[in-house]
């Protein structure tokens, strides 16, 4: 892997996708003491970064294997991200959900013509029912978070940060599978080498923050965080990047989410999910580490339950 | 007044204000069967349009009257705005505010260095309060909305949008006091004169809906809108515009703001005032009128109260 690698995948999903503006705002500049570039993934096709990955991961398949679609499980963004890059791409997803997830997100999915198989909602039942869906049909399972060509994908939201702005020090990406972080990772290593990519992480599913001390993948008993994108663990594939090329995990508390979400829609207008007010609060919580630096914060998505705002 | 007389004035505030960008969203554009090319005002400073007629009002007066301040009477985004735009200039700005109104508005206006007179919350002690600050410092009294200058600073926002999209059917404004859509009728018309303007009002505040058929000013008796931005009513510099420049004014009832509302949050993903709302209700409710058209939509501002959110 080269900057080549990342730069030809930039090249080949670029019509598929939205290059995403960065929006900063003066006030929250001088709550923090630095400057920041949110990198606005909440304005992507189908509301979040995910479909930078999913179209990638499609992409990176042959014609015989495109013939035979794509499965996945997930109840959330990456659900309709494979279905809409999918449909884009002309090939079939085949997204596996437990029976209990809200009928709007099975809508979600159904409008970009995803096929959906119902199955109980532990981790098991799931990854068991997408199995028998890909030996049935052929078609390649695609993980969410821990696929090479998904990393890949997902590291483009940064390439184009840096194209923007290339004088950033540091990037803070939310961790939750690791999808994410690890392809801000390898962006930040091949095109600019001495910017740093720090992780922010909720304290109440701090998985990756033990996984790095402890130099094994380690998993939560709990996850009471209302980041609930960021509930998952990180995989055997993104942990080695994050190990390598990720300085530090900062953790934070659900109520220094919710105040960073609402300094996002009060401040910078936007309406972003919890997952992506993890940055923004970990730069407030540490803020004498980040002062007068210029920190890339990438706001990962805007797909939010309005009704259930945590203000 | 010509195309020059509106160009200079965009010359002059450019340095003081935002271009502020367009967004579109693909699934609203198949709702209304139109394409739909959004202003974001929400990005302006200080989160709304205002500021834009602020700046140039003060622009307007020379350095004597500028030692002398300006005043106005508003408890909402004028305040805010002639407060900012006037710290921005080193003029002193002084703001006549209900006893009553909400501290976090008068932190507002304290924050861009505003001087904040308190007065009795009816409208005659609003304008007496203002006359006597004029008459003892000498301050420049500016009217949110009834003042030529504060009209053609706001015509700025859709010099910018037609400078991006030149090609625009109609362009829809929210109508409140009429400062708003009296600078897009004058920008329309100067800029681009085969496009036409039309109005987005609550049918609980429908003062210039009523004032267009009846030739004349009308008040209105009750304003039970949630458009609290949009309560006020048309004045005699800005109501001959509107009546010689908008061809229609559209009324929208409360749930059909709050419809629009939720979609411009869940698919824009944009924080927006609940009378920005206005405009994507009018189209909405007469899709069949604005079928196939393409279609600027000014979203006026983002100064909302997030507790308050009718969703």
Chains 1, 2 share one sequence.
């Not at 049909?137 to 090479?148: L, Q």
């Not at 939201?157 to 939750?176: K, Q």
Request: proline share 3%.
């Amino acid at each position: 892997m080269n900057k080549d690698t990342l730069l030809n995948v930039y090249n080949n999903i670029q019509a598929y996708i939205h290059k995403t503006p960065v929006l900063t705002s003066r006030l929250i500049n001088e709550i923090v003491g630095a400057e920041l570039y949110f990198k606005c993934e909440n304005f992507q096709k189908m509301g979040a970064f995910k479909m930078r990955g999913a179209t990638n991961a499609i992409m990176q398949l042959n014609e015989a294997e495109k013939q035979k679609g794509v499965v996945t499980h997930s109840s959330g963004n990456f659900a309709q991200a494979l279905s809409l890059a999918a449909k884009s791409l002309g090939v079939t997803a085949n997204i596996v959900m437990p029976k209990n997830a809200p009928q709007v997100k099975k809508n979600a999915v159904l409008g970009y013509n995803g096929v959906i198989t119902e199955c109980d909602s532990t981790v098991i039942a799931r990854e068991r029912e997408a199995a028998k869906i890909s030996k049935h049909t052929g078609a390649t399972f695609v993980h969410p978070s821990n696929d090479i060509n998904v990393i890949l994908g997902n590291s483009t939201a940064t390439i184009e940060l840096l194209e923007d702005y290339n004088n950033l020090d540091i990037i803070v990406s939310p961790v939750g599978g690791g999808g994410l972080i690890a392809g801000t990772a390898l962006a930040a290593h091949y095109f600019k080498s001495d910017c740093e990519v720090v992780g922010a992480e909720p304290i109440e599913a701090d998985d990756a923050y033990r996984s790095l001390i402890s130099g094994k993948i380690e998993t939560n008993e709990t996850v009471n965080t209302i980041a609930d994108g960021l509930r998952t663990q990180l995989g055997d594939i993104n942990f080695p990047i994050i190990q390598q090329h990720v300085k530090q995990i900062v953790r934070v508390e659900e109520t220094e989410i919710i105040d960073a979400m609402r300094l996002i829609y009060e401040r910078l207008k936007l309406v972003v999910e919890t997952s992506s007010a993890t940055t923004l609060a970990a730069i407030i919580k540490e803020k004498h580490q980040f002062s007068n630096k210029k920190i890339g914060v990438i706001l990962s998505g805007g797909n939010v339950d309005l009704s259930a705002l945590p203000f």
